[in-house]
C-alpha cells in the first residue's frame, strides 16, 4: 500500500495556471501508475490523467489534452499536473490515486475509478470566470 498526499490546490482565474503535486509514502511508490481524477459537485469523480510507473507514458481525458501535463520524480516520491489555461468547469475537488500498469500478466493502463486502489484526500481547485 502507498499513501497518498495532494497538495497545490486554489483560486484561479479562468485561463490562469495551478500546479498540483501528490507526495507519496512508501518504498514502492515507483511501481505504481499514478492517476488525478476531479470530483465537481452533484457530479461523478472521472478521470483526468495518469502517468505509468516509469513515467514514459502518459495519458488524458481529451478535454485537457494539450493543456494539462502529468510526470513524476520518482526519487522525489511525487506526481506533479500542470494545468494551463484552465477554465470554469475545471472547478473540482482533485484527487491522485496508485493503480497498476499490469492485469493478468499484460501491461494496463489504469483509467477507471476502480483500477485505482490508494487514494489521497483530495485538493480543491475553484477557477473563476
Known amino acids: 500500500q502507498v499513501q497518498l498526499v495532494e497538495s497545490g490546490g486554489g483560486l484561479v482565474q479562468a485561463g490562469g495556471s495551478l500546479t498540483l503535486s501528490c507526495a507519496a509514502s512508501?518504498?514502492?511508490?515507483?511501481?505504481?501508475?499514478i492517476g488525478w481524477f476531479r470530483q465537481a459537485p452533484g457530479k461523478e469523480r472521472e478521470f483526468v490523467a495518469a502517468?505509468?510507473?516509469?513515467?514514459?507514458?502518459?495519458y488524458y481525458k481529451d478535454s485537457v489534452k494539450g493543456r494539462f501535463t502529468i510526470s513524476r520524480v520518482n526519487a522525489k516520491n511525487t506526481v506533479y499536473l500542470q494545468m494551463n489555461s484552465l477554465k470554469p468547469e475545471a472547478t473540482a475537488v482533485y484527487y491522485c490515486?496508485?493503480?497498476?500498469?499490469?492485469?493478468?500478466?499484460?501491461?494496463?493502463?489504469?483509467?477507471?475509478?476502480?483500477?485505482?486502489?490508494?487514494w489521497g484526500q483530495g485538493t480543491q481547485v475553484t477557477v473563476s470566470s
Open positions: 490515486a496508485a493503480g497498476s500498469n499490469s492485469r493478468y500478466g499484460v501491461t494496463y493502463y489504469p483509467r477507471t475509478s476502480d483500477d485505482f486502489g490508494s
Open positions: 502517468v505509468s510507473w516509469s513515467g514514459g507514458i502518459t
Open positions: 512508501g518504498r514502492t511508490f515507483s511501481s505504481y501508475a
